[in-house]
């Protein structure tokens, strides 16, 4: 079986950048993605220079396609399922859902993350009308009647101090949640309407909100608006390779994408959720895919 030099998982924008760094080093590699990315439930990613306004899949897309132009990389539509480092020569075996076998010598993790929203209902809206992420979604939303939904007190105020920058007019509901006297004193001060009752449920029609039911039966009526989910990595890559994770969860690095296990890399979302920016996981890619190749040069030379 013949050796790849590096398998990147992941073809969002970081495995993507990575995966052209690479190429255009000559370095033999084989890209993994299972479309899975995390803005795939939105019509438009916005904010990457010159590529402002992209759908998601054309973004994809056009990426491959300017993978196309370096021979020496391949692309394969499956999922990674398992990787085993053989200690003797240091080599990685990767099994995929495509029922092949690859080795290599290098990885680079670039696998994302994805959310958990703690009302399952929120995952029917979002990215439709419901968004995470003021810098990809305010301005489409400015100056509408918005909600924000978030049920820890730091992520309410958090949030709702950045989407007032978009618009004023904002019903904060935190599902439960009492607000202490300070964040309520805030929050009225400007205006904003409170409701701490918990959410039953959200209705819409084909992924667009029209009312926030609670469990008293009331409804309050808003179209769009910001949540606050949680993260988490979709697989145990990661661990499965030993990488040292910190305990606020970002996988430890050298600030250039090597982690703490040898031929190990990581790039993007993976390696830490915030900030949340196709721009920003692009130049983690390259970052990764450079050390990489720096890697390389400094071992073979
Ligand atoms: C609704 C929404 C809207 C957004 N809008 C914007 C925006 O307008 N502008 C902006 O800058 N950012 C936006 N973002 C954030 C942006 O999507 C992320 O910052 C970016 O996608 C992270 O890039 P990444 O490469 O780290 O991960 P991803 O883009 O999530 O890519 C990870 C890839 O890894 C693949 N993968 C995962 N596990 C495996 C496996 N085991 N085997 C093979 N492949 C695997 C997945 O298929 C996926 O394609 C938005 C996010 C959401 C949720």
Redesign the pocket.
């Known amino acids: 079986m013949d050796v790849l030099d590096c398998i990147i998982?992941?073809?969002?924008?970081?495995?993507?950048s990575a995966s052209l760094v690479l190429g255009r080093a000559r370095r033999e590699i084989v890209l993994?993605?299972?479309?899975?990315?995390?803005?795939?439930?939105?019509d438009?990613?916005?904010?990457?220079l010159t590529r402002d306004r992209t759908n998601?899949q054309e973004f994809?897309e056009m990426g491959l396609q300017e993978l196309d132009n370096y021979p020496s990389v391949s692309y394969v539509n499956?999922?990674?399922?398992e990787i085993i480092k053989d200690t003797d020569n240091e080599r990685f075996t990767v099994k995929?859902s495509n029922k092949q076998e690859y080795v290599t010598e290098k990885i680079i993790l670039?696998?994302?993350?994805q959310?958990v929203f703690f009302i399952p209902s929120i995952r029917n809206y979002?990215?439709k009308s419901l968004?995470?992420?003021p810098?990809?979604?305010g301005w489409e939303q400015r100056d509408k009647p918005l909600v924000v939904i978030a049920e820890k007190e730091d992520h309410v105020m958090h949030l709702t101090k950045l989407i007032y920058n978009w618009s004023k007019d904002l019903v904060v509901l935190t599902n439960g949640l009492k607000l202490s006297k300070e964040a309520v004193s805030q929050l009225e001060r400007r205006k904003i309407k409170i409701i701490e009752e918990r959410i039953k449920t959200l209705i819409g029609n084909d992924g667009y909100l029209e009312k926030i039911e609670f469990e008293s039966g009331e409804t309050v009526k808003r179209s769009y608006g910001f949540v606050a989910p949680t993260y988490y990595r979709?697989?145990k890559?990661v661990e499965m390779l030993g990488c040292e994770i910190h305990e606020n969860g970002k996988v430890i690095t050298d600030g250039v994408g090597r982690t703490s296990e040898k031929n190990v890399y990581i790039?993007?979302?993976?390696e830490t959720a915030r900030p949340?920016?196709?721009?920003?996981?692009?130049a983690?890619?390259n970052k990764a895919a450079v050390s990489v190749n720096v890697d390389l040069t400094e071992e073979r030379f």
């Open positions: 998982i992941g073809g969002g924008p970081a495995g993507l993994f993605d299972d479309k899975t990315n995390r803005n795939r439930v939105t438009e990613a916005r904010g990457f998601p994809r499956a999922t990674v399922t995929a670039a696998t994302g993350i959310e979002y990215g968004f995470s992420c810098y990809c979604d979709p697989n890559l790039a993007g979302e993976t949340s920016s196709l721009m920003i996981s692009a983690r890619g």
